[in-house]
């Protein structure tokens, strides 16, 4: 009879060493698989985060291209010699622009603009640059001659903690604006051309001609 309690008693001793065993391995396993879903949400949370950024900023920068569109269809001139409008202007890669809305029209402003959206503050600007074409009519990065109907715009948007900019490029071309003024004339430089850019260079005359602070003018 003693001997049966002593097995009775060792075999439970078994069984609760064996649960106690599961009860162990269970939680280990719960651990890992609520470590993996709370990494997984917090990996979805910060993609969802980046993700309403992105968008944001994307929504700023369409923002900007349509208002310099609607600045190049009301004065080329202002696209190809900004920020005033007289040539040669400032342009290029480094010289930084954005637009605001004045009387009810879109000007540019020297300077990257800034706003504040759900907490965080944004910054976006953009470059304007001259565009090339091939003889073929291509747009080229090298060689070919400049399409004084075409400027790229480069748009940036960037913001606090978002890490790298945002940028997107488009192509603009003069297409309702016939005309085109120059203030870039120089003394001496006669030539025929003709010329499809600014360049300085006037045809040869039997009349008389001032140019002044790069204005020409007739006096005879």
Same mark, same amino acid.
């Given at each position: 009879?003693?001997?049966?309690?002593?097995?009775?008693?060792?075999?439970?001793?078994?069984?609760?060493?064996?649960?106690?065993?599961?009860?162990?391995?269970?939680?280990?396993?719960?651990?890992?698989?609520?470590?993996?879903?709370?990494?997984?949400?917090?990996?979805?949370?910060?993609?969802?985060?980046?993700?309403?950024?992105?968008?944001?900023?994307?929504?700023?920068?369409?923002?900007?291209?349509?208002?310099?569109?609607?600045?190049?269809?009301?004065?080329?001139?202002?696209?190809?010699?900004?920020?005033?409008? !007289?040539?040669?202007?400032?342009?290029?890669?480094?010289?930084?622009?954005?637009?605001?809305?004045?009387?009810?029209?879109?000007?540019?402003?020297?300077?990257?603009?800034?706003?504040?959206?759900?907490?965080?503050?944004?910054?976006?600007?953009?470059?304007?640059?001259?565009?090339?074409?091939?003889?073929?009519?291509?747009?080229?990065?090298?060689?070919?001659?400049?399409?004084?109907?075409?400027?790229?715009? !480069?748009?940036?948007?960037?913001?606090?903690?978002?890490?790298?900019?945002?940028?997107?490029?488009?192509?603009?071309?003069?297409?309702?604006?016939?005309?085109?003024?120059?203030?870039?004339?120089?003394?001496?430089?006669?030539?025929?051309?003709?010329?499809?850019?600014?360049?300085?260079?006037?045809?040869?005359?039997?009349?008389?001609?001032?140019?002044?602070?790069?204005?020409?003018?007739?006096?005879?």
């Amino acid at each position: 009879m003693n001997q049966y309690k002593i097995m009775s008693i060792e075999k439970n001793k078994k069984k609760s060493g064996q649960i106690l065993t599961e009860i162990l391995i269970a939680i280990a396993v719960a651990g890992i698989i609520i470590g993996g879903i709370a990494a997984t949400i917090g990996t979805g949370l910060i993609t969802s985060k980046k993700t309403k950024q992105i968008t944001v900023a994307n929504g700023l920068a369409q923002e900007l291209i349509e208002a310099v569109k609607a600045i190049g269809q009301g004065s080329w001139q202002s696209i190809y010699c900004p920020p005033s409008g !007289s040539c040669p202007g400032s342009k290029g890669e480094g010289v930084e622009y954005s637009t605001v809305l004045s009387s009810g029209s879109w000007q540019l402003q020297l300077d990257r603009a800034t706003t504040t959206i759900d907490g965080l503050d944004y910054g976006y600007y953009f470059y304007i640059e001259n565009v090339n074409r091939d003889e073929a009519g291509n747009i080229t990065d090298s060689g070919g001659a400049e399409d004084p109907s075409t400027q790229k715009i !480069s748009i940036f948007v960037n913001w606090t903690g978002g890490g790298d900019d945002f940028s997107i490029f488009e192509y603009i071309t003069r297409t309702n604006i016939l005309t085109f003024s120059d203030s870039n004339w120089s003394s001496n430089k006669i030539n025929d051309g003709p010329y499809t850019y600014s360049s300085g260079y006037y045809s040869s005359s039997t009349g008389g001609i001032i140019i002044q602070n790069g204005q020409i003018q007739l006096t005879d």
